[in-house]
Structure formats: structure tokens, C-alpha cells
């Protein structure tokens, strides 16, 4: 699976305004309802609010990876943002988060929601991967650097 194939270029947020893990979640679902438009952005919200009250997708090392089910598409989409400031996500290491890998998947899918879990964990273990994230100038060199891992690995 390739990050390019599930996150459009329009789907990349270059610095989120949000301060607050709702905040994040509402910024992110926006542009998500805009490239799939029969979604909508107060619904995925609240989708996404539900699935944090579980556990938090915050997985430390500045890095959080919110993600939900919904009805009503055929397959997987994702957006991609980053928080220049940080966002507080309870995230395991108690620490901001700064990066953020938001994935949509279709209600009845199990497969391709665990491959894109999986795959975008992978990549975010490796502190180089992060730092250039976290150092990019902006939107069109963190998709070039996106696209550059997929080509790597």
C-alpha cells in the first residue's frame, strides 16, 4: 500500500490552526469532505471523537493517527496534517502531537484499514521520516517527501 494512493495532494494540511484534538479531528474532516463529498465533516467529526473515547490514537514521538469507519464510501481515504505548534492528544508519551495521519475507511472493511495502520506506523517509527516531515517547508515538499517514501520502501 502506498501513502500517495490513500492521501491526495489536496488532502495534505501543511500547518493546522487547531489547538485542541477536536480542533484537529474537525480541521482534518473538512478536508476530507471536501475530496469526498458525500461525507460530512460534523459527521466524521463526531465518528472520529467516538473512536478517541476508546483509547487515544495518539502514539507518541509526536505522532497521532486518528481513524474511524464510516457508510456510505467504497474505499479508503486519508488526509495528512501537520501541527507546527503541537496538540496536545493524549497521546501515549503524554508528549504534543505534530503529525497527523487521518484515515477514513468503508463501514464493512477490515483489510485495508489495518494494512493503512499498519503501513503508516511503519513509517512513522523511523525518526529520519518524521524529521523531514516536521522540517518541511511546505504542502509541496511534504508530498514530495511522501511520494519519496513510497518510491524507497
Not at 477490515?110 to 516536521?134: C, V
Amino acid at each position: 500500500m502506498r501513502i500517495q494512493d490513500i492521501v491526495s495532494p489536496e488532502a495534505i494540511v501543511d500547518d493546522l490552526r487547531a489547538g485542541s484534538k477536536e480542533g484537529v479531528l474537525r480541521e482534518l474532516s473538512e478536508v476530507i469532505a471536501k475530496i469526498v463529498p458525500k461525507l460530512s465533516a460534523d459527521s466524521l467529526t463526531a465518528i472520529l471523537m467516538e473512536r478517541e473515547s476508546l483509547g487515544s490514537t495518539g502514539i507518541g514521538d509526536g505522532v497521532a493517527i486518528p481513524h474511524g469507519k464510516v457508510g456510505g464510501i467504497e474505499h479508503l481515504v486519508a488526509a495528512f496534517g501537520r501541527s507546527r505548534n503541537g496538540v496536545l492528544f493524549d497521546s501515549l508519551d503524554g508528549k504534543p502531537a505534530h503529525l497527523f495521519f487521518l484515515i477514513v475507511a468503508p463501514e464493512y472493511s477490515a483489510g485495508m484499514h489495518l494494512k493503512a495502520l499498519a503501513r503508516i506506523s511503519r513509517l512513522l517509527k523511523d525518526e529520519r521520516f518524521r524529521r523531514s516531515l516536521l522540517d518541511a517547508e511546505d504542502a509541496d515538499e511534504l508530498q514530495r517527501i511522501l511520494r519519496e517514501e513510497d518510491a524507497g520502501s
